[in-house]
């Protein structure tokens, strides 16, 4: 593990854990090392068997074929890209944040998602997943980051334990309008599917707003099921971006730190 530490954050990367063909063993190394921050253990996971499976999750390649690149020493570039993103952030931030940043060998990450994914398990802790063969990786790790900071500042945010299908919305809508808005960047989630077929969905699954069903949340955003790939975080985009345009102003220190289920409930009136 290689660390960097700058005042408002900390950076833990394992991408010097990748030699080795064996992607759970390298994973297991990763585990091993994950320092103790904010008085507990495990990242923001409960036991390291938690944050076992969440690494499993999200860094393994779901038909085992998995991806396994060099390390060439990348890390001073990838800490470079984290301080200037960083430095963009700076007047959204109020709390330290803790960056992990993991070797990732997912197929789907690679091809979909220019090697780059995230996720954020508590406030202040952000994880990121790196594929060095992705193309574009650079970009891809500022976008990731910039999205991950918009969940990772707000106290409603429990990394998908316990909120619904409608604030998973609102968060992930909040957090592709701040960093369209703000920064720029790949649309790529955004475009995944158009607005008008997004209302049409929207129609159909205004019922289940409140469901807590892990299986048919990764349906509605992943296109694991009957619905098509990324459409929650379409559907999350046009949701907020009409309720800002009823806003006189828009306050992001204010937006990001807001109770999910306030903005739910008058930006599903008007969305139709």
Known sequence: MEVFKKEKF????FMDKVSGEDAGKIIDKCVLEVPKILGKDYAGHVSIEE???????FLLDKDKKHNFFKY???NKEIFNIISKTFELLERYQEEKKYIFVFPCFDNFTIDKMNGVGGFCPKKDIIFLFLNLNGNGWESALKDSLIHEFAHAVSDYYLGGEDFNLGEGMVFDGLSENFRKRNFGGSDFLVNAVSEEECKIHFKKLK????????NFYREVFYGTGNYPPWLGYSLGYYLIKNYLKKLDKVDWNFLLRTNPKEI???ASKNFI
Do not use: P, Y
């Open 10 to 13: 900390e950076v833990f990367s």
């Open 51 to 57: 944050l076992t499976k969440t690494l499993d999750m």
């Open 72 to 74: 060439n020493n990348s």
């Open 207 to 214: 019922n289940k707003l409140n469901s807590k069903d892990l």
């Open 264 to 266: 739910l409930d008058i």
